[in-house]
């Protein structure tokens, strides 16, 4: 950030009265002390990183907004951290123009964190051929993404179901399992009856289910083969007399 010419002066500079913490993916509501009526402009910076340039206008208060790209910014210098030192710099311009900077600048340190992730309080149970019911709490309003896997045989991991579960706060996400799913699961155990199985929740920023925030939330339980589907019944007998002597 560049102003084209710069001096000092006696006069107060405009100074951050609000928190410089916030949320990542969150705009930033800003109060400012500017008895100047001077124009600010506004920087973040997460950990050794800068954000983002806003023109913030000459009056006391303004909202600093994120475009899709520096929330994403934001979240790339949290490298996977809950938190980190963030600081907010304010540039006093006495002009509308933004080119008469007024120097030095006035910063103030805080704390960005990154928003509670989605987590169920369900368990990863499963009859196949049935519907699972899992409760989701997802306090921060973000987008959320189910995976269903089992446990094949050898041990390992197999992904069988994923759903878009979306961004309400609170809610039961139905898994309806296709015919194609539980043929899948019954063609990995066809010779047990049960393996275990896990639900992983996963929280995403944005509605197309991109830039996952903190890591996701898994779940533990056990698949089993429906055994009242795989039981003959007869209905009809025929009594015969296999003596043939008689």
């Known amino acids: 950030y560049g102003p084209e010419t710069s001096f000092t002066t006696s006069v107060p500079l405009a100074t951050l009265t609000s928190s410089a913490n916030f949320t990542a993916g969150d705009n930033i509501y800003m ?20 954000i983002a340039f806003k023109q913030m206008g000459n ?22 951290a809950e938190s980190k030192e963030c600081i907010i710099r304010l540039y006093t311009h006495s002009d509308s123009g933004y080119t008469n900077y007024i120097s030095p600048f006035q910063y103030k340190y805080g704390t ?3 928003p509670q992730r989605a987590t169920t309080s369900s368990n990863a149970d499963l009859t ?12 921060s309003g973000k987008y959320v993404f189910i995976d269903y896997y089992i446990q094949k045989a050898d041990g390992t991991s197999m992904w069988v179901y994923s759903k878009q ?7 039961t996400c139905m898994l309806e399992m296709g015919s194609d799913v539980n043929n899948t699961m019954y063609q990995e155990m066809s010779n047990r ?3 275990p199985s896990m639900i992983a929740v996963t929280t995403f920023e944005h509605s197309d289910y991109t830039t996952r925030i903190r890591n996701f939330q898994s779940v533990g339980g056990t698949v089993y083969i429906n055994q009242a589907i795989n039981k003959p019944i007869f209905t009809t007998f025929t009594l015969r ?5 008689i």
């Open 128 to 139: 196949i051929g049935n519907s699972k019911s899992i409760e989701i709490s997802n306090p």
């Open 241 to 245: 007399n296999l003596d043939k002597t």
């Open 112 to 114: 960005c964190t990154q």
């Open 165 to 171: 579960a979306g961004n309400a706060t609170s809610f």
């Open 193 to 195: 009856t049960s393996t």
């Open 59 to 80: 009056g006391t208060s303004g909202i600093f907004s994120f475009t899709k790209e520096e929330i994403d910014k934001v979240y790339t210098a949290l490298e996977g």
């Open 31 to 50: 109060t400012f002390n500017n008895p100047a009526n001077f124009y600010i402009a506004a920087e973040v910076g997460v950990g050794s990183s800068s």
